[in-house]
């Protein structure tokens, strides 16, 4: 087999034109996205969408499998020592870059070294460098395929906190960057290379022949990951009525984000529309910081003016799940207390906004100009209307929303969490200083300590409870309000065949194969 010797080779020609396009049309997958991805920078200025496309291109140690259960990677097994606070991972032997550089134990340490360096931006790192559980103290490169890992404490939840699906501490070769630590192009180990993208209009990943593909059948972000197709094609196509009839029309092979009252019509004409349950979270989003939802009386009155279930039912026509709580009844930790929450009651509403000193002035609601983000921001703008809230929409791109979440920047907000497969990662997203971090919804020093805990914490019993005292503690002080789980509803045109969803949400296109249409 051929190997690709560098990612400029497989730069050259692939966005030149519609050449890949039309080779007989199966070789490309083209793929909608409703907006470019926030960065090909692996964990920097990310969003779901980049997450997704970068899990073709960038492996790490782990992942977590089909089960939820966390399986071996670019690692070929681990050992735990020190009670804790020291692990070491064994690298599969002769795994490949794209460039076709050989894996080794010195790329790994190179990695985490780059994670924790402030001027990387990694946005999980405060899960590394101690404000989040125990601190990342050094990595070393004890042979050419053993890495080892030292915490100043036990790090019970490093496996998990590798395997995350959001900004995993994913494996790139040092070529990724630029001699002056900027970022240059993702070189990573997986199925497909990065081969360019055109803002605005579309980001190619090229099949990369030489990759070395765990045995057996795919398994969440684990397994074999073998691709078929040569080419992906991520289009952005920001209109859901310009995807849906481009999958209809054949110019679009993979649409998601597919609303109830279309999922009919398209299985009429013959595609197929799979729907896969997952920890998604759909939220209004709670400035605190904003002088008119500082009062913390005026939060309660905006949560007892929502009827989640209702809204739930509006919004997805009996496909969505109504949820306050980062827990989700399928969790282990779910119990009695996670539906702890401000019951619908305008007439509380109204009684704890007039306390608040609530006199109508108008409060903003953003949201990205997404059909089924706006329907549930309309709703939810009159059910506060209904209690006396004056709620203004604006409604910008995803782009600058992400812009205005990053900066804390709003009052309230529509905003999706991509599945997070055990509740600390969700509560690691939301908790935090203000100040240092403004996309944390939480600033709350008994939440930091709630937080602290359980992220040292292995006994799942134990993990529970402070999980669900971190919710009780979040009904009351109304930092966000959950207000749905979200299914990914995926269409496919009747010529992609070995789709399949995962309970971790995002779309995997190893595995899949696509026929003459």
């Keep these: 087999m051929t190997r690709k010797p560098a990612l400029a080779l497989l730069l050259c020609g692939l966005l030149a034109g519609p050449a890949a396009h039309a080779v007989g049309d199966i070789g490309t997958l083209r793929v909608a996205l409703h907006a470019d991805i926030a960065s090909i920078n692996p964990g920097v200025n990310r969003d779901a969408n980049a997450d997704m496309v970068l899990a073709h291109v960038v ?3 782990v992942a977590y499998g089909e089960d939820l259960k966390i399986k071996p990677v670019l690692a070929e097994s681990w050992q735990v020592k020190d009670d804790g606070k020291v692990y070491e991972f064994t690298l599969r032997p002769k795994v490949h870059f794209h460039n076709g550089a050989v894996l080794t134990a010195a790329d790994v340490a190179w990695n985490f070294k780059r994670y924790l360096d402030p001027k990387t931006n990694f946005q999980c790192v405060n899960r590394y460098n ?33 395997a995350t699906i959001q900004c995993t501490p994913w494996i790139l070769h040092p070529d990724s960057v630029n001699a002056d630590g900027s970022f240059k192009a993702p070189i990573g180990t997986g199925p497909y290379a990065f081969a360019g993208m055109m803002t605005g209009r579309q980001l190619d990943l090229k099949r990369f022949e030489a990759y070395d593909a765990l045995p057996g059948a795919r398994d969440g972000y684990a397994g074999n990951k073998t691709a078929t197709i040569p ?3 991520f289009m952005t196509v ?10 209809l029309s054949g110019d679009l092979d993979v649409v998601d984000g597919i609303e109830p009252a279309t999922m009919q019509t398209l299985r009429g004409q013959g595609l197929t529309v799979q729907v896969q349950q997952t920890p998604s979270w759909l939220v209004m989003q709670v400035q605190s910081n904003a002088p008119a939802l500082q009062d913390v009386r005026m939060r309660q009155a905006i949560a007892h ?29 779910y ?64 782009a600058s929303q992400l812009d205005l979440y990053g900066r804390g920047q709003y009052e309230l907000a529509i905003f999706g969490y991509s599945a997070r497969l055990d509740p600390l990662l969700m509560y690691e997203s939301l908790i935090g200083d203000k100040k240092v971090e403004p996309t944390r919804q939480w600033d709350d020093p008994k939440a930091s300590a709630l937080l602290k805990q359980v992220a040292m914490e292995p006994d799942p019993n134990k993990r529970r409870d402070l999980f669900n005292q971190l919710h009780e503690l979040m009904a009351q002080d109304i930092p966000i309000i959950g207000l749905f ?5 995926t269409a496919l045109r009747p010529s992609v065949q070995g789709y399949q969803g995962w309970p971790g949400g995002t779309h995997r296109f190893w595995g899949v194969t696509k026929t003459q249409p």
């Design 231 to 233: 080419l992906l094609r």
């Design 130 to 162: 101690g404000k989040i559980g125990p601190a990342l103290q050094q990595v070393d490169a004890v042979d050419a395929q053993t890495v080892r890992f030292t915490f100043a404490s036990p790090a019970p939840n490093f496996l998990m906190t590798l």
């Design 59 to 61: 492996e790490g140690l």
């Design 485 to 489: 789980n979200l299914p990914v509803v």
């Design 335 to 398: 119990d009695a207390r996670s539906k702890t929450w401000p019951a619908y009651d305008p007439a509380a509403a109204r009684t704890l906004m007039a306390q608040a000193g609530y006199k109508g002035k108008p409060i903003t609601l953003l949201v990205a100009n997404r059909q089924e983000r706006i329907q549930a921001a309309t709703i939810v703008q009159a059910m506060l209307a209904a209690s006396g809230i004056n709620v203004e929409l604006k409604v910008r791109d995803w």
């Design 238 to 247: 920001p209109d859901a009525s310009t995807r849906s009839n481009g999958l």
């Design 305 to 333: 003016a929502l009827s989640l279930p209702d809204l739930a039912e509006a919004s997805g026509e009996g496909l969505y799940s109504a949820n306050p709580s980062v827990l989700v009844p399928q969790s282990p930790y």
